[in-house]
């Protein structure tokens, strides 16, 4: 027999609880998103919902890449803290500065999607302005309606999380400011002459110099716990608000899974925008399938930025 502490019990059944209360979450999502292209489908014509199908799918992508960037942060943050503390060894092999370049080529791309995408969504936005239907707009508003329900459902089902990340980066913000602000009167002390030791006249200012550059290695490592703080906060945020990209995901899913059907008139399949504008009939492709649309995105943008495939 063993036997587990209660403290350790209770941490593996709120595991659990938040677990089912996700999956819970979730099929709800996904019943809505049925429920939502359904109607969809009894009340547009092939052409509205042609039109919606393409909202969704833009919105979807560049919620996708918006997502995406924000992954870039926490490593290239934490890979540049690396090469800056390693720079002055001989020994190092500088790795990092080589894993860093790769992924500052890869951020390129995603950036320049980005830019491509967001022209485009706009391109889409401006065309439905002066194009709108009621049938369109009742669909959208009950979906961002939705929207705002489910995330704030998700938002319940993390709370306890986010309560822990509070409290760590309160722990971290308190002794930072204190070592900053010890270390503000100490410089101003410095500046005022006043050194923490007795040295000879000639030496005082070359000690100065000496004790700076000792006290900004201790200044630049809580610097860098600072960053990794707001970063770990910054991740956690963005893996919540993740649920509403799922939110897209599903809709989208849901209403392709008709649009894609053979009952479907598949003129009205098709995407219509580019950054520029409509795309000429010649030009225009199958909405892309809800699992191929990060493939998709970088397909569609291969003219302006490298076909490169990000691993």
Not at 138 to 167: D, F, H, P, V
Request: aromatic residues 10%.
């Amino acid at each position: 027999m063993f036997s587990v502490k209660r403290s350790s019990l209770l941490s593996v059944l709120a595991y659990f609880i938040t677990l089912s209360a996700s999956a819970d979450q979730s099929s709800l999502d996904a019943i809505h998103a049925q429920n939502w292209a359904i109607q969809c489908y009894k009340q547009m014509s092939f052409q509205e919902l042609q039109m919606t199908a393409n909202i969704l799918y833009l919105l979807y992508a560049n919620a996708i890449i918006d997502s995406t960037v924000q992954q870039f942060f926490t490593p290239i943050s934490r890979l540049t803290q690396s090469i800056l503390l390693n720079m002055n060894d001989i020994d190092n092999p500088n790795n990092d500065i080589i894993t860093l370049k790769k992924l500052l080529k890869k951020l390129s791309i995603v950036t320049n999607a980005r830019m491509f995408y967001t022209e485009t969504l706009n391109t889409c936005f401006n065309y439905y302005d002066q194009n709108q239907t009621d049938s369109i707009n009742a669909a959208l508003q009950e979906l961002q309606l939705y929207g705002q329900t489910s995330l704030r459902s998700w938002a319940k089902i993390n709370c306890e999380n986010t309560i822990m990340n509070l409290q760590n980066c309160e722990k971290v913000y308190e002794h930072s400011a204190q070592l900053f602000h010890a270390s503000s009167g100490f410089h101003k002390g410095l500046s005022e002459g006043a050194l923490p030791v007795e040295v000879n006249q000639d030496d005082k200012e070359l000690i100065k110099l000496h004790i700076i550059l000792n006290n900004a290695e201790t200044l630049i490592e809580q610097t860098n716990t600072i960053i990794n703080t707001i970063n770990d906060s910054c991740d956690h945020a963005m893996s919540i608000i993740c649920a509403g990209i799922d939110l897209y995901r599903l809709h989208y899913h849901a209403l392709y899974t008709i649009i894609a059907s053979p009952s479907f008139d598949q003129n009205y399949a098709t995407t219509l925008f580019s950054a520029q504008g409509l795309l000429p009939e010649e030009y225009k492709m199958f909405l892309p399938h809800p699992h191929q649309v990060a493939n998709y995105i970088l397909q569609t943008t291969k003219l302006s930025i490298p076909t490169e495939i990000i691993q």
